[in-house]
């Protein structure tokens, strides 16, 4: 005789609720003095920085972020470079504290979280 075999697979009977904005990562961003960029892609692409393309831009940035490196280094520059944390934030579940995602159960209509099964709490 088989056993019986449920189905769908029902959420799990736990709640979650959705926690808004939690910083998950946090990394440090550099901005460099507007007159590199200009140089820069004015000398290497022989234009303005208005008419280089974002990936030009990157590429040159690219390569001032290897000076900028070395510079540290002897740090004798005047130039000012701005250094600002950049958070990176979520909306997460409570239970799994993976990123939520909802899922709707076709029968009662309630809401579940995708990862883990906890149903939505009201
Ligand atoms: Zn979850």
């Known amino acids: 005789m088989e056993s019986a075999t449920p189905e769908t697979t029902k959420a799990a009977p736990t709640t979650c609720t959705v926690s808004h904005n939690v910083i998950v990562d946090a990394h440090v961003r ?15 692409a022989v ?11 990157g590429e040159k940035l690219e390569d ?23 958070y990176e934030r979520a909306t997460l579940c409570s239970r799994c504290h993976e990123r939520w995602e909802p899922a709707i159960d076709d029968e009662t209509g309630e809401t579940f979280c995708a990862r883990c099964g906890a149903t939505l709490a009201k």
């Open 30 to 44: 550099a901005e460099f003095p507007r007159t590199w960029i200009d140089h820069m892609t004015y000398d290497a």
């Open 47 to 57: 234009k303005g920085w208005r008419e280089a393309t974002p990936e030009e831009i």
């Open 64 to 86: 001032k972020c290897k000076d900028f490196e070395e510079f540290l280094r002897d740090h004798r520059s005047q130039d000012v470079v701005s250094l600002e944390v950049v």
